[in-house]
């Protein structure tokens, strides 16, 4: 074996440049399902692990009134209760200009996962506080920019004056929440009642999120068992969480489809550079088999550098996909609570490396077979690699490995429909491919017939 090893590599480094785009195509395709799987479990295990976070609380509670009395003293014997009221309204600024905002009013317990982080930093609830008669308010960061407002500015919601005291650089339960209804707007709840908005008629959310001990789904049927009437959403972060992880499956699974796409045109380049560095070893593959080199020996020898170049490529393809999800991860952490996890890296990583090698084999093999079908009397004959056939043999080992690499792909993605899907794409293209080819040979026989 280890004769082997070093004839297959001595062999190789005399190669040259013929296997560069074999590299090339490796390395580009599993980047790509490297980076894309890396990156779809760096989020979805950050956002799990701040599911509590980005959801406010352990329950939500919605309803289009404040709740009663009766209801927020059963809800606060059982937990931390922290209200959230919103509403769409317009602000006003000094110049005349008007923008839409999401106006929400937050108590002292808000939020009750996680900091709002503030500039200048300060606590949330002092900086929303009334002071010489003047109540704050804290704008969504891109807001402040798009309309030229700056700390210590005023600007008018309703029938209210509010002094700008800072802009929220993050959010905790904003973070995933697009900004359909306006950009938020922090202030505290007697601004809100101050700006005269709050009217039997007004569209007004109120949200009251609970963080308990308890498990969410318990905490919500005893809710729901002690006031039936009440016409009140009741969800849990658990719901969220299931919500949030189909979406980020679905998403996920798009990312992996487009390196596999990319992976798979790579192995046409696999196919042409295994198949035109073997026609140039025929000869040598002739006079090896003359000299009664078997078979099987032939056969090891060839697939040994084909494995041994896929295990390099796919090596370099991973650290190159490891990069771009960790710089995919720093760039979506501007807006999302994500942090780089090393150890989420390691099973895309694998999975990856495993596309590689066997893809390599799938596209090399029939191209090896053809070559190994070369006899000694080719020597005499002179070589011509066009009277070669694939053996049955090798198309049985490449469909092995072509299945191998479909059962991996359904079972790594996601949505295992994506997957099922995509490979029945593949099965029809290659199948049309095939079918046009043939036409298109039949038709250049005609022609010179």
Request: one cysteine or more; charged letters at 15%; glycine letters at 10%.
């Amino acid at each position: 074996m280890r004769f082997l090893l070093d004839l297959a590599w001595r062999d190789l480094r005399a190669s040259g440049r013929h296997l560069w785009i074999f590299c090339a195509c490796l390395v580009l395709g599993v980047a790509l399902v490297a980076a894309g799987g890396g990156l779809y479990r760096q989020v979805a295990d950050s956002l799990q692990n701040h599911a509590r976070q980005l959801f406010g609380g352990d329950l939500n509670i919605e309803n289009s009134q404040p709740l009663s009395p009766e209801v927020l003293a059963w809800m606060g014997e059982r937990g931390t209760v922290s209200r959230v009221v919103e509403l769409r309204t317009m602000l006003r600024v000094a110049d005349g200009r008007a923008q839409l905002i999401e106006l929400q009013s937050a108590d002292a317990r808000y939020p009750l996962y996680g900091t709002v982080e503030l500039a200048p930093a300060g606590d949330l609830a002092s900086t929303l506080a009334q002071r010489d008669g003047q109540w704050g308010a804290a704008l969504d960061g891109a807001l402040a920019q798009r309309v030229g407002l700056a700390v210590g500015d005023r600007v008018e919601v309703g029938d209210l004056t509010l002094t700008v005291r800072a802009v929220v650089q993050r959010q905790p339960d904003r973070s995933l929440r697009a900004d359909w209804s306006g950009a938020p707007v922090l202030v505290a709840d007697g601004a809100l009642q101050a700006t005269g908005l709050v009217q039997p008629l007004s569209r007004v959310e109120y949200q009251y999120r609970v963080r308990t001990g308890l498990a969410p789904a318990v905490w919500r049927d005893a809710f729901v068992a002690a006031f039936p009437t009440l016409d009140a959403e009741v969800r849990t972060f658990e719901e969220r969480s299931e919500r949030m992880a189909e979406v980020l499956g679905q998403v996920g699974s798009g990312l992996l489809l487009i390196g596999f796409s990319a992976l798979f045109i790579g192995g046409l380049g696999v196919f042409n550079s295994v198949q035109a560095y073997l026609q140039g070893k025929l000869g040598t593959l002739a006079t090896l088999r003359a000299l009664g080199l078997r078979d099987r020996r032939l056969a090891a020898l060839v697939l040994l550098q084909v494995l041994m170049l896929a295990l390099l490529s796919s090596g370099v393809g991973v650290l190159v996909g490891n990069a771009l999800a960790l710089a995919g991860t720093w760039a979506a952490a501007q807006r999302l609570p994500l942090a780089p996890l090393w150890q989420a890296l390691w099973l895309p990583s694998l999975v990856a490396l495993g596309f590689g090698v066997l893809t390599a084999l799938a596209f090399a093999l029939p191209a090896l077979g053809r070559a190994l079908s070369v006899s000694p009397a080719a020597l005499f004959r002179g070589l011509d690699g066009s009277g070669l056939r694939t053996p049955r043999r090798a198309w049985a080992l490449t469909a092995l490995a072509a299945g191998t690499v479909a059962a991996l792909l359904v079972a790594s993605v996601p949505d295992a429909r994506f997957g099922l899907a995509f490979v029945a794409a593949t099965v029809v293209l290659l199948a049309l491919l095939d079918g046009l080819t043939r036409l298109l040979r039949r038709g250049a026989r005609a022609l010179l017939a």
